[in-house]
């Protein structure tokens, strides 16, 4: 049996042991992502430091603002969010793909933002679920997009020092909703990316479960060499394009680094286009667009 798959095994069954009432010493967060508690709260033992457990029921306020599908679920942007959603999950005339890189050419263009929400929102669906990496080991950020405070330990222990990634995984951040953050800074982060275990990684979760995403936030294209190399490993690549901010020789050489039988679409972030459904007047500024 796989490592990886029973790493995810025992992080799945960690979670259902915890889901039992919790103690009067320790209660958990009261709302979970849609406001209304929907599911059991969790008892949060003490485990060792890499092998914590969200608990399920996290106040909105510890999300960043940015978090628009969960903090803001009725707003014209968490709609276009599942517009996206629905564009990913149910391709026309082919098989979704399962694991997804979200890059951008340089930095600015919000990545984090389309990779967070996008998981967000595909972790609300009836049947899917959604392992979120971080693969910025150069400036991570997921962490703090989700409220889950340092992070000290993640992808960088697992490449660098073999941790399980059982004792890595933050289960129920959100419902049905995985992190693998990526913990501290490295050094090396070019040669841990571009390692036979990131690849091996990538196509293990991938395969495992016909039901699960998996996301995977990047450094930029044109700023570092490693995230060209996963593109080469996953299924499809999500490329970010912040609107009137990105110079066009940076989009130009950002898709040369993409296989382009890969490419499954272009995300134009901060694009203000007319709602006409809405009547004139109406803005949104996010906008996507296909290849």
Known sequence: MSKFYEALETAKK?????????????RPDETATGGEADA?????????????????FRKKSVFSKDLV????????LAEYFRFLRSFVIHPVDKEPPRTILVASAIMGEGK??????????ISQSVEENVLLIDSDLRKPSICKVFGLGACDAGLVSFLAKNTPLSDLLLKNVTRKLTVLPAGKSAKTPAELLSSERMKRLILEVGS??????????????????ESSVIA??????????????TPRHFVRDALEKIPSKKLLGIVFNGQRT????????RYYKYGYGKK
Not at 112 to 121: D, G
Not at 214 to 223: Q, Y
């Open 274 to 281: 007319p709602l006409g459904k809405y009547g004139p007047g």
């Open 112 to 121: 984090t933002f389309v990779a967070s929400n996008l998981a967000a929102s």
């Open 232 to 245: 080469k490993y996953v299924d499809a690549v999500l490329l970010v394009v912040r609107h009137g901010f």
């Open 69 to 76: 599908v969960l903090n803001e679920p009725d707003s014209e």
């Open 14 to 26: 960690r979670s259902r042991l915890q889901e039992v009432a919790p103690s009067a010493e320790q």
């Open 208 to 225: 495992r479960y016909k039901d699960r995403f998996v996301i995977i936030d990047s450094s930029p294209l044109e700023l570092t060499p």
């Open 40 to 56: 059991a709260p969790l008892k949060i033992h003490k485990p060792r430091e890499a092998e914590r457990t969200v608990s399920l």
